[in-house]
């Protein structure tokens, strides 16, 4: 067992040093320029990055000043739309009765970043499509070869695969240390989280 954890955080630390910096400042500046034209900031993501997408909202609307929110936080309305319109569309149609417009940007937490052939998280594919269809712009942090959102998105951040057998708990993983880099970066933390306020106060 302890062999095991050694061979898990090695593989990570592996992947840690594949990401690129340069993705992650382009995902930053993409989402500053939505802060600066007074855009939305839409977050979407199924199983783990719908969770993450719920916990990054609060991210950016309290850290970065950013109006934003979670495609599946009303479990209500998702439920009813994929009840009565399909899993397949129940993010896209939700994006538009939001009126998504070019101000806007959707960004995506993804472990394989979705396909349309083989069918792979289509739910997401068709939000990214209807999202670049308006003119919004579309970020996010995906793992593999990044799918269809790192072929479509203006910007992403790609977590390497080192070991097969580690690719979604390493992929979510760090999608939650990306989107917290990201918040925290001087060009969008707008205010501090609660103990860096408080090591602030203690320290003067």
């Known amino acids: 067992m302890t062999k095991f954890s050694e061979i898990f955080l090695a593989d990570t630390t592996e992947v840690l040093t594949k990401i690129r910096v340069d993705d992650i400042e382009q995902v930053v500046m993409t989402l500053e320029a939505t ?3 007074g855009g939305r900031l839409f977050l979407a993501g199924s199983g783990g990055g719908a969770g993450h997408a719920s916990h990054a909202t609060c991210d950016f609307r309290k850290l970065c000043h ?7 936080d009303n479990v ?7 009840n ?5 569309t129940a993010y896209s149609n939700w994006l538009q009765a939001s009126r998504i417009d070019s101000d806007d940007c959707l ?3 993804s472990v394989g970043g979705g396909s349309v052939e083989p069918p792979v998280s289509v739910n997401l594919v068709n939000a ?10 579309v970020v996010g942090i995906v793992g593999r070869n990044g799918g269809a959102l790192r072929e479509i998105a203006d910007a992403s951040v790609l977590i390497p695969t080192v070991s097969p057998a580690f690719i979604t708990p390493q992929a979510e993983g760090l999608q939650a ?6 918040v925290s970066h001087p060009t969008l933390a707008a205010s501090s989280a ?6 602030q106060v203690v320290r003067k």
Do not use: M, N
Request: aromatic share 12%.
């Open 128 to 137: 990214i499509q209807l999202a670049k269809s308006v003119g919004a712009s």
């Open 76 to 82: 209500s309305e998702l439920t009813a739309r994929t």
């Open 35 to 37: 802060r600066a034209r």
């Open 177 to 182: 240390l990306v989107w917290h880099l990201i």
């Open 66 to 72: 950013i109006e934003s929110y979670c495609v599946t």
């Open 107 to 109: 960004f995506v937490f």
């Open 194 to 199: 609660k103990w860096e306020g408080l090591d």
């Open 84 to 88: 009565d319109e399909g899993w397949d």
